[in-house]
Structures are given as structure tokens and as C-alpha cells.
């Protein structure tokens, strides 16, 4: 299952890579921002669900008192990031997004400075 959730990690690195280098543009390729946005979301949506099935929930009845905390912590935390792209996915619509691209590019580069940082967190304080 780690290597699992590993190759998933890479797979959502390689799309937010795609993604900002979209958003770098000085103008916007609709298209290709949307299918980016469609992918990065979709990736989320599947591993998040693959993590908290498979690892989390399973962590959380660990018999570790530390280690059940820190996996309740990671659930608590990971609903709040799930919410957090739910909310900005939603609210860029692709017109919002095209009517004031500078304000999607730096909602965008928050979003994913949070899933690669989550990222790393995730691969340092709870795979080991």
C-alpha cells in the first residue's frame, strides 16, 4: 500500500507541475487550465480517499496512543485541505478564472504550495 500511496504522491506532483507551469502563462489557456484543474482535482479526490481508507483509518485504531493521535490529527487536518480545494475549485469557474487570472494564479499557487507541502509532511511524519 505505501508504494501505493508513494506513486500517487509523484502522480500529484507531475499534475500540480503541469498546472503552474499553466499558470505562469501571462495569459490564460483555457483548455489546457481546465483540463490541468480537472485532473489536479481529481487526484486529490482519489488519493485523499486512498490515504484516509487504507492508512489513516487504520492508524487511527493503532494501539500506539501517539500513533493513533497522529493519525487523527492527519484525518482532522486532511478534511480541512479536501474542504479547502473544494471550496477554491468551486469558486473559480472557468469564466471567474478567465475574467481575473491574476487572482486564480496566486489562489492557485496557495493551493498547491499546500498539496506539495502536505506532500511532504505526509512522506516525513507519518509513511515512517
Do not use: C
Amino acid at each position: 500500500m505505501l508504494k501505493k500511496l508513494h506513486a500517487s504522491h509523484r502522480q500529484l506532483e507531475a499534475s500540480a507541475k503541469r498546472l503552474s507551469s499553466l499558470i505562469d502563462a501571462a495569459l490564460p489557456d483555457a483548455e489546457a487550465v481546465q483540463a490541468a484543474r480537472w485532473d489536479i482535482g481529481t487526484r486529490i479526490l482519489q488519493h485523499m480517499a486512498l490515504e484516509d481508507r487504507h492508512l489513516l483509518a487504520n492508524l487511527a485504531k493503532d494501539k500506539r496512543p501517539a500513533v493513533a493521535a497522529l493519525a487523527r490529527k492527519y484525518q482532522t487536518e486532511f478534511a480541512g485541505h479536501v474542504a479547502s480545494y473544494a471550496e477554491h475549485a468551486k469558486m473559480w469557474t472557468a469564466e471567474r478564472v478567465a475574467a481575473d487570472w491574476d487572482g486564480y494564479r496566486t489562489m492557485t499557487r496557495e493551493q498547491l504550495h499546500l498539496l506539495l507541502a502536505r506532500i511532504q509532511q505526509v512522506e516525513t511524519e507519518l509513511f515512517p
